[in-house]
Each structure stands twice: as C-alpha cells, then as structure tokens.
Nanobody, 125 residues
Framework: QVQLVESGGGSVQSGGSLRLSCAVY????????MGWFRQAPGKGREEVAT???????RYADSAKGRFTISRDNAKNTLSLEMNTLKPEDTAMYYC???????????????????WGQGTQVTVSS
C-alpha cells in the first residue's frame, strides 16, 4: 500500500519562507512523477510544481522564481522550498505521485493515483 505523508506546513508572515516535505511509503516504482498541488478555500486544486525522476521540473507561473521543487529518489522524498511567500499562497498543499511521466498527469492532475492528506500553509499580510 502506497502512502504519502506531508509535513512542514505552518503560519508565516508575508515575505517569509517554508519548506514542505513529502515522504512516500510503499512501492518505489510509483514515484516516477511527483508533484505539489494546492487548494485554497473556495477554489479548485491547482498545480504548483512537478518533477520527473530525472530531475526535470515544471512550475506554475505563480511559483516560478519563488518555489523550488526537489526530490531524493534514494529516500523517496519530495520537497518544496517556498520563499517570498504571499497571502495568496495560503492553501492546503498536497503532494502526489504516479508511475507515468509528468506530461501525462499535467493534462489531468486527478489522474495521479496517489495523494497525501495535505499540509496547511497560511501566509498573513
């Protein structure tokens, strides 16, 4: 059974930083593509960043230049370094993983078969 567990969320002031982590337990073959998504109250879930097993990354425009996604394949972990946080970054953040390439999942992120429970990020002005 595959399980994804996020950690590192919290409350920070605007301009602050947070680092999110996601640990994957279970079969390692499922971690071909991994990604971070977020959902703010009253809004739909949106992609933040994704990363392939070979390290290729993709960022949403809102994350470019401020967030950095990384992974440790040996430890089956995923991270998201978030800097210069803004109040509009406030959301529940989820990690996801799947056995296909990221191009497959970015067409329909709901296709990711494995999701974490989420970690809350709150940025105050």
């Amino acid at each position: 059974q595959v399980q994804l567990v996020e950690s590192g969320g919290g409350s920070v002031q605007s301009g602050g930083s947070l680092r999110l982590s996601c640990a994957v337990y279970g079969y390692t073959y499922v971690t071909y593509c991994m990604g971070w998504f977020r959902q703010a109250p009253g809004k739909g879930r949106e992609e933040v960043a994704t990363i392939e097993s070979d390290g290729n990354t993709r960022y949403a425009d809102s994350a470019k230049g401020r967030f950095t996604i990384s992974r440790d394949n040996a430890k089956n972990t995923l991270s998201l370094e978030m800097n210069t946080l803004k109040p509009e970054d406030t959301a529940m953040y989820y990690c996801a993983s799947g056995p296909r390439g990221c191009d497959y999942y970015t067409k329909a992120y709901s296709a990711f078969p494995y999701w974490g429970q989420g970690t809350q990020v709150t940025v105050s002005s």
